[in-house]
């Protein structure tokens, strides 16, 4: 792995549909970059894994801060960067999600317990607003994020050894980062960051990974 260039950011996609990529990165054009910062990419096509695919990426982009986002996801909010530079500048900050869930339940579920932060979701037929628990100050911080949205100012491997699919790569991140000594938060949006395409939910294998991260983590 290279040296880290301190002022360069890297958006970073597992992609397997042209459209979505395209749209995405039409967002991602249209954002506003902080003086002095350069601006990178990284499409990996047809990962056989999420972590896999990420692993892919990170160890070869030479950029500090890295934004990991699903191809359905589009950045709206053209302050994000510098948003997200004014978070990191606390180095004990290791990532930011916009959503997360300050204690992970004993079944690994995040979904089924409160959590905070906010986001734009678009489902098959309609357009909501998912505002999860408020945020008093400039972050919280949390257990772990959901993966739609994972930005990193320090690089920690994904556990590609244990996930080999697209089901609680995310979790298991957000606990690795902490395990790092690294804090992981959710912030306080002004302006909501992003939407998320997210259509119908593909739980084919989630219960077999939520198994494997019980083993790993909670036992």
Known sequence: MEE???????????????????????????????????????????AISMPSGYNEAMKVSDAKYKIYLHQD?????????????????N???????????????????????????????????????????????????VEAIDGLLMITQYDVLWREDLFDGWDFYDVSQSLEMRKKGHKVVVPKQKTTWCIHDSGSLNLKNYYKYREIFQREYLT
């Open 91 to 141: 180095r004990e900050i290791g990532m930011i999600g916009v959503v997360g869930v300050e204690k992970l339940p004993w079944h690994g579920i995040m979904w089924h317990e409160p959590r905070v932060g906010e986001l734009w979701m678009s489902a098959t037929d309609k357009m909501e607003k998912g505002k999860e628990g408020k945020i008093e100050n400039k972050w919280k911080e």
């Open 4 to 46: 880290m260039i301190e002022n360069k950011i890297c958006f970073i996609m597992c992609t397997n549909d042209k459209q979505y990529e395209e749209e995405a990165f039409n967002y991602i054009n249209r954002l506003y970059i902080p003086t002095g910062y350069e601006i990178d990419a990284i499409s990996v096509k047809d």
């Open 73 to 89: 996801v589009f950045l709206i909010n053209k302050n994000l960067l510098i948003d997200m530079l004014e978070i990191f500048s």
